[in-house]
């Protein structure tokens, strides 16, 4: 068995990043007490067990996170 894997395995590691790689998260904003978040872009949509979902980047946040 050979140790291959394909590069988008591949993930930061968020407790110990690389210099450079440190980012304070923004906090979401409160709409009635509820958080809301900005979106750069939607990266992808799916349909699932019949619900529409989106893979979707997020202003202020590394997209290992999304």
């Known amino acids: ?7 988008d395995r591949l993930q930061k ?3 110990n990043p690389l210099p450079g790689q440190n ?3 923004e906090e979401p904003v409160l709409i009635n007490s ?5 979106i750069d ?3 992808a949509s799916r349909t699932y067990h019949g619900r ?7 202003v202020g946040h590394n997209l290992d996170d999304t």
């Open 23 to 25: 980012r304070e998260l």
């Open 52 to 58: 529409l979902q989106y893979k979707v980047n997020w």
């Open 41 to 43: 872009k939607i990266l």
């Open 34 to 38: 509820e958080p809301e978040y900005e």
């Open 13 to 15: 590691d968020l407790d």
């Open 1 to 7: 068995m050979s140790n291959v894997f394909h590069a």
